[in-house]
């Protein structure tokens, strides 16, 4: 009998991994599982569906509700069978008289300790009680209905989403198990005993002041309402769905949108999602009102200057006055003077079009995105190394490995699902070495075995990383195997010259990174022996002056160790849009063309002139950071933005805007008036992810459909606004839907060729590279050669430290670090607009008591705090988990001005920025900075502009 | 930290001269530095680097400044 996985269904226990098969018979049906299926899985899978409660197929089997008992001949009573697995030969019941009754004495004990008010409980037609309470055929409730049904215990409204009605809980444990194995968090647990016993956050607390994390997991694992989403409570029961993927982080995890209509009412995580497998985090689950919130740009709109009200007009006379205007700058200032920025949160064809625009329609390759300012060394580091910019593994990798190395990363809160995934690898014995300035949370894993924290200062990894290499090469834990047959020679021997050098021993390098010489040893010794070792870092990896170094210091540890090309190793770069990889994939950077194909390889270039019927510029254009520079000198003048809020994110907030305002036209698409846009002169409404179709491809390279699931609130989807624009400049442009850009860019593209929206429909999702050499994608890279060289080898890369610039000194004695939180995203213009204001609702600056006490601070203090860029003004929270001498902040909040004190420094090979590493001093303040009240002041102006958008017809003439 | 962009063009290419110091002899160091420069560098960043040279008033590495020659002396005889 065929069995298809069927992601609606669930099949009561996880799926056994076993090779071996077993045949067993169940109610006279001969079936065939893998060993270590349980009875129910294995009777699921035949379409025999077994009543249960406390099983569900993504938590261990728990044996508490028995409703689950079945007969097998030959053993004595009525096992559960969640918690029985098959035997070969077995016979199994599932279904007589005798198993009947007995489940319905079960549901029958259940029921008189519940209230019976389905008909108006919010759960009504989609709890699995009511469903089994039908299945098991229950028709009379002897003991009456008085039981301990805790009618009068108190909801728990805390959290924003969803609310704890204790009174209808039946002590199933799911969501305590959920909370444990599929989370990771353990905020649950049961209290009391028998009749007594009850469900409770942390330490009897309510949900939002417990550890709980809102990933919501115990939400979807609860079989009744006691657990119920808010948004169904108000709304109502869905009746449809689409799957669709999440647009906030790297992760990218797929979800079912549940609708009412048009309306959407909750958001589903999808167990058939590769990436995710049926788990989220608060935002992708929950942070979906920004969708529909009032500040949503709803027309387009146009005005002369920055200091004019806006004048809201069709879209017609906005694309008019947009392309009239650039072609009128280009006529006056050349070929070069305007430019574009792609946005890592669109989608791979809305991406690839803007390029294109700008390579085609403009003329230049003035093209860059925001992964400039986070992962652009990712692509530099490993391309030079391994021939590939992008991550070498799956996310399910990390199952396999046995050390985890993680960098500058700080996967709980920026990379929510593969955090729990990790933790869930470390609960089961893999060992964690941490190489951060700060004790980031996965330090704190509950249950976490062998874990080493090496907290270095920041802006020295490359020196901690050519430490760790040193140790491999000379206490001989080299791969010599590996490093003959898959790596370049010459490169190798040159590297492990430079890296034998005394300089580079634990004991020369501690004073740089403040890391006692024996623990890099220790760590060095540990992932080098490990039998997988895997990587994984962030930006605290990238965003420094030598970020680029760092990224191939640390493919020379894998490639040294061996640890590539298979399953649990590799090089993982933990991206922090949904799209970045898909947004340098589509060939957003100046100096290449979709696929990293380089601008000056005349064979690449030729393919494109032929589809795109025009001759491209063979030089590389300018990066974000040199588009600034050009704006301030007058020689660039117009810009066209999508989906990026360049005024908010990048470093040194006074130069940005300086060279913001001179520009003659600011071309901004985005959902909401964002900070960039306050500078702009055309104002297009974006889409968001729910209104458009089209693919992201998320950090492990995986390309994964975007669905719509509802209209466009100005009615257009962010790629047909750059496709009219593109018309309107006289550069024909011809789609009807995205499935046709995505074949122009598998026909350009030879990692995609493979690719097409029939392709996804069918896999599901797809990892790149996906072409004839590898037709069903590469869900591990690299497995036997490299693409790089003539002969497909690796090459190792000399790693030279070079300490920042940016140095501590008496003015500015403290290092800034930047980073995020949980339940904020980046620029917070989606996370802001939703109830995630509940946990985060201002950046706060965090330091060590050692440094607060010199200076009188307590936590809650205003701090002024001063770089050689600005000042801002921020609150103050003295934190244990900081070093002396390093303070952090996150910069979710616009009027924070967080970047407003990040200089200008870059790395040496991208210009990626150092948000990482800013010299600064602190004091204790009274009032906000001057940078702050002008920002105050210029919002409130700007949303003045706006609300008299309509009126205001004689804005521009 | 730099100012102006003309400083900033200098800083970037020394930049790239220190990070790959030990990747041989000065000759060899400028080979990389060039071929950067070439593969990523617009051509406006080109064009500002050979008027920083012309002008003699920026500090150039070593390196560095065999790789700024190089590219200049290129873009002259192409222009
Ligand atoms: S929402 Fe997530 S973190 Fe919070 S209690 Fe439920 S499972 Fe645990
Ligand atoms: S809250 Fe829901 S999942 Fe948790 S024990 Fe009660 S009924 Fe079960
Ligand atoms: S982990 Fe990332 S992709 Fe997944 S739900 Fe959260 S934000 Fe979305
Ligand atoms: S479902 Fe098997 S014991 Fe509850």
Known sequence: ?957 | MFHTEEESIVTMINHIAQNNVSAGSESEVADIVENHITKFWSRRMKKILAEQLANGTEEFEPAAKLAAERLSAKMSASA
């Open chain 1, 1 to 957: 009998m065929l069995q298809h996985f069927d992601p609606n269904k669930d099949y009561g226990t996880p799926a056994s991994l076993s090779e071996k098969m077993v045949t067993l018979e169940i109610d006279g049906v001969e079936v065939t599982v893998p060993e270590g299926t349980s009875v129910m899985r294995a009777a699921a899978l035949h379409d025999i569906n077994i009543p249960k409660l406390c099983a569900s197929d993504n938590l261990e089997a728990y044996g508490s509700c028995r409703i689950c008992a079945v007969q097998i001949e030959g053993r004595r009573g009525t096992p559960a069978s969640c918690t029985t697995p098959v035997d070969a030969g077995m016979k199994v019941t599932t279904q007589n008289d005798k198993l009947a009754k007995l489940r319905r004495n079960i549901m029958e004990l259940y029921i008189s300790d519940h209230p019976l008010d389905c008909l108006t409980c919010p759960a009504n037609g989609d709890c699995e009680l009511q469903d089994m309470a039908g299945a098991v055929g229950l028709r009379e409730v002897r003991y009456g209905f008085d039981g301990e049904n805790h009618l009068d215990s108190q909801k728990d409204h805390s959290n924003p989403y969803f609310t704890f009605d204790p009174s209808k809980c039946i002590v199933c444990s799911r969501c305590v198990r959920a909370c444990g194995e599929v989370q990771g968090t353990f905020a649950l647990t049961i209290d009391g005993r028998g009749f007594d016993s009850k469900v409770a956050a942390g330490q009897d607390e309510q949900f939002l002041d417990s550890e709980c994390v809102s990933c919501g997991a115990c939400v979807q694992a609860c079989p009744t309402s006691t657990l119920m989403e808010k948004s169904v409570i108000d709304m109502g029961v869905p009746e449809h769905s689409v799957t669709t993927t999440c647009a906030y982080c790297g992760v990218g995890c797929s979800f079912k949108a549940e609708m009412k209509g048009d309306q959407l009412v909750r958001m589903v995580p999808a167990k058939e999602g590769d990436a995710n497998h049926g788990h989220s985090c608060v935002k992708g689950r929950f942070a979906f009102g920004y969708a529909t919130h009032k500040d949503r740009i709803k027309a387009p709109m146009i005005r002369d200057s920055i200091d004019q009200p806006w004048k809201e007009v069709s879209w017609e006379e906005a694309i008019g006055f947009a392309a009239k205007r650039l072609k009128d700058i280009q006529a006056q200032y050349g070929r070069e003077s305007i430019g574009g920025i792609t946005s890592s949160r669109c989608t791979n064809e809305e991406t690839y079009l803007v390029q294109k625009l700008i390579r085609a329609a403009f003329g230049n390759n003035n093209t860059d995105t925001c992964a400039r300012v986070c992962h652009s060394p990712t692509g530099y580091g490993l391309k030079q190394t391994l021939g590939e910019s992008a991550g070498t593994q799956t996310f399910d990798s990390v199952m396999f490995s046995d050390c985890i190395l993680v960098i500058g990363a700080n996967p709980t809160d920026a990379h929510p699902v593969f955090g729990s995934l990790m933790r869930r690898r470390l609960r089961e014995g893999a060992s964690l070495i941490v190489t951060d300035p700060r004790e980031i949370d996965l330090l704190s894993t509950p249950h976490l075995g062998d874990a080493t924290h090496l907290p270095l200062r920041p802006g020295t990894n490359v020196a901690m990383v050519n430490a760790l290499a040193h140790v491999v090469v000379t206490e001989g834990y080299e791969d010599k195997e590996f490093i003959a047959s898959r790596c370049e020679g010459d490169a190798y021997a040159k590297w492990r010259e430079f890296i034998i050098e005394e300089r580079h021993a634990p004991e020369n390098v501690e004073e740089i990174t403040g890391v006692k010489a024996e623990k890099v040893r220790e760590a060095a010794r540990k992932f080098a022996t490990a039998k997988n070792a895997s990587i994984y870092y962030g930006l605290g990896v990238t965003e420094h002056s030598q970020g680029s170094t760092t990224v191939m210091g640390i493919a020379n540890l894998a490639l040294a160790t061996g640890n590539m090309g298979r399953e649990g190793v590799g090089v993982n770069p933990l991206r922090g849009q949904n799209n970045v990889q898909g947004s340098c994939d589509m060939g957003s950077f100046p100096h290449e063309l979709p696929g990293y194909q380089h601008v000056s390889d005349a064979v690449a270039r030729a393919r494109f002139e032929k589809v795109w019927g025009v001759k491209l510029d063979d030089e590389p254009g300018l990066r974000i950071p040199n588009m600034f520079d050009a704006a301030l000198s007058g020689e660039f003048r117009a810009m066209y933005v999508q989906g990026e809020d360049i005024a908010q994110s990048d470093p040194n907030t006074q130069h940005v805007e300086a060279a913001l305002s001179a520009l003659d036209c600011l071309i901004v698409q985005d959902i909401f008036l964002n900070e960039t846009a306050k500078f702009a002169h055309v104002l297009l409404p974006g889409s968001t992810f729910l209104e458009k179709n089209g693919t992201f491809t998320n950090a492990e390279r995986r390309i994964n459909r975007v669905r719509k699931v509802m209209a466009p609130v100005a009615g257009k989807e962010d790629w047909e606004v750059t496709v009219d624009l593109a018309n309107a400049l006289g550069y024909p442009m011809n789609y009807s839907h995205p499935s046709e850009i995505m074949d122009e860019i598998a026909s350009l593209t030879p990692s995609f060729a493979n690719v097409s929206y029939d392709a996804l429909e069918e896999h599901g999702s797809l990892q790149w590279p996906c072409n004839d050499e590898f037709p069903m994608g590469s869900p591990i890279m690299h497995t036997e050669s490299f693409p790089i060289g003539d002969e497909g080898k690796a090459l190792f890369a000399v790693t030279e430290f070079v300490p920042t610039t940016e140095r501590a000194n008496s003015r500015f004695p403290l290092l800034l670090t930047t980073g995020r939180i949980l339940s904020q995203y980046n620029v917070g213009a989606q996370t802001r607009r939703t109830d995630n204001q509940a946990w985060h609702d201002e950046d706060i600056l965090e330091l060590h008591p050692h440094d607060a006490e010199e200076r009188g601070i307590k936590t809650g203090d205003w701090l002024g705090i001063t770089s050689r860029a600005g000042q801002t003004v921020l609150r103050a929270r003295v934190a244990e988990r900081m070093q002396p001498g390093v303070v952090y902040t996150t910069f979710h909040h616009p009027g924070s001005g967080a970047n407003v004190i990040t200089t200008n420094n870059s790395d040496w090979a991208t210009n990626c920025p150092e948000y990482k590493v800013t010299a600064v001093q602190v004091e204790k303040v009274s009032q906000p900075s001057e940078w702050q009240k002008n920002f105050q002041d210029n919002h409130e102006r700007q949303y003045e502009f706006l609300r008299g958008s309509a009126s205001s017809a004689d804005a521009v003439k």
